[in-house]
């Protein structure tokens, strides 16, 4: 979630006119800053989650791994005052996703504790949280239900068609392998969709990267297998 408010929802006049003290409320929470290198984990999945992390500027990833090995990449977030950690703040549980610095990194740590008692102490604050989880639960529900419910084929096609329209917060990687993954598939099975879209004529790939060749097509493709 940002800690500043999302410009849509239900109680945006409200969040708007709290949210200097929040933020100021928030800001006596920080312990200290860490510098993170790309690649570095800030937050790993199954570990207790002790602090949240706060991070200002910069990108980072999120995925989840299975028991077998398969990974499952959400895609990259270009950060804009981000906190990560919030949904175990509030469920208690073990952190559920890694969170991984793609580039240097200064990140604020802040006291899990220290939230906790702000919110019993200033329940209003608890709307800051409500209003992004749940703007952030629809866009990833979203994903999750696109990704299961439709082939490869066509995700690729409706991710590109929404990156066209810039309909999408997360970024997607230059890498092949990440790529599958964030589809939810192998390498594999992810370059021969990408050659399919490529062989139809709606999309072309110059110097690993993929281009939309005719928007309409690619609409129209999408439409047809909806």
Request: net charge negative.
């Amino acid at each position: 979630m940002q800690l500043k408010p999302y410009q849509t929802g239900r109680f945006t006049e409200t969040l708007n006119a709290l949210y200097d003290e929040f933020r100021d409320a928030f800001y006596q929470c920080h312990l200290h800053s860490r510098f993170y290198q790309a690649g570095e984990v800030i937050l790993q999945q199954g570990q207790p989650v002790e602090h949240l992390y706060l991070v200002s500027v910069g990108r980072v990833s999120m995925n989840i791994s299975a028991i077998n090995g398969r990974c499952f990449q959400l895609g990259e977030v270009d950060c804009d005052h981000h906190i990560f950690g919030e949904m175990e703040l509030f469920s208690q549980t073990a952190c559920q996703w890694n969170v991984v610095a793609e580039e240097q990194l200064d990140v604020d740590v802040i006291c899990l504790k220290s939230v906790a008692d702000l919110i019993n102490h200033r329940p209003e604050f608890t709307l800051f949280f409500a209003s992004a989880l749940a703007n952030d639960y629809q866009d990833s529900l979203d994903i999750y239900t696109y990704r299961l419910l439709h082939p490869i084929t066509y995700n690729i096609a409706y991710d590109l068609w929404h990156r066209y329209q810039d309909k999408v917060i997360l970024g997607s990687f230059d890498k092949a392998e990440q790529e599958a993954e964030r589809f939810g598939t192998s390498s594999r099975v992810y370059r021969r969709a990408v050659k399919e879209l490529i062989d139809k004529g709606l999309i072309a790939k110059t110097n690993g990267e993929i281009s939309i060749v005719d928007i309409e097509a690619l609409k129209s493709f999408i439409f047809e297998c909806d």
